[in-house]
């Protein structure tokens, strides 16, 4: 049976980064499941829908194939072939997968694909509902959290280094919308597992906050 380790929690509390970090360490594949709510949101994007309407963004769901390649480099996303894995990083795409997850059918749509993955590889997969929902037999649960001024500072400065021109006060904004959004819809809502192990990082550096992870996974296996 494979080894699945799962990490939810709100936007910017740094899932990514220091899941792909734990994974490489474990020798384990990181899967981030953001990225096929992203990359369904783009889709409608380009389409020219608006991504809260619910309908318009079901109708493309025939449309879309999804595959995940993993690299050494991390995750790759393909939407109908097309490597994405950049497009669907824009404050837009965060905008639009925000709202199209909250569509039960595109959750449905979803969800195979990451149990497939999940029965196939030991792994880290990072999301807002793995061990509610996905993986809810998963080894090792843990929810990763920060204060919202945490997250928006960590995000901004990521947003800045790669050249945008927003405002901390926009990023903050976002964020508290977002996460409103992903704790109050009615499927699949953020929220920590019962088993699931807490990990507040606000006052964590990077590397205190991968030994507080790394911890808890060496407790649990
Ligand atoms: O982790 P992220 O910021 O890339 O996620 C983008 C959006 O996708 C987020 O606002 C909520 C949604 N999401 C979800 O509903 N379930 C997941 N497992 C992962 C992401």
Redesign the pocket.
């Given at each position: 049976m494979s080894v699945n380790i799962a990490i939810?929690g709100p936007?910017g509390a740094g899932?990514?980064t220091l899941a792909r970090k734990a994974a490489e360490k474990l020798g384990y594949i990181y899967v981030?499941?953001?990225?096929?709510?992203?990359t369904v949101g783009l889709y409608s994007i380009r389409k020219g829908y608006d991504t809260k309407d619910a309908e318009k963004v079901i109708s493309t769901l025939d449309d879309i194939d999804i595959k995940l390649g993993f690299t050494d480099e991390g995750q790759r996303v393909y939407l109908n072939g097309e490597d994405v894995s950049e497009a669907i990083r824009t404050p837009e795409a965060?905008m639009g997968?925000?709202n199209v997850?909250a569509v039960p059918k595109v959750?449905e749509f979803l969800f195979d694909l990451q149990k497939q993955i999940a029965k196939n590889n030991d792994c880290l997969m990072?999301?807002?509902?793995?061990g509610t929902v996905?993986l809810p037999d998963a080894q090792v649960k843990i929810f990763l959290t920060a204060s919202p001024e945490t997250r928006a500072k960590r995000r901004y400065d990521e947003l800045v280094l790669k050249g945008s021109d927003v405002t901390y006060q926009e990023v903050l904004d976002d964020l508290i919308k977002?996460d409103y959004?992903?704790t109050h819809r009615e499927i699949?809502p953020?929220k920590a597992a019962d088993d699931a192990e807490i990990v507040d990082t606000s006052d964590f550096t990077f590397d205190e906050s991968l030994d507080a992870i790394l911890a808890v996974i060496a407790k649990k296996l």
């Open positions: 939810d936007a899932k990514s981030d499941t953001g990225a096929l709510y992203r965060s997968a925000s997850s959750r990072d999301g807002r509902d793995i996905v977002r959004q992903d699949a953020l």
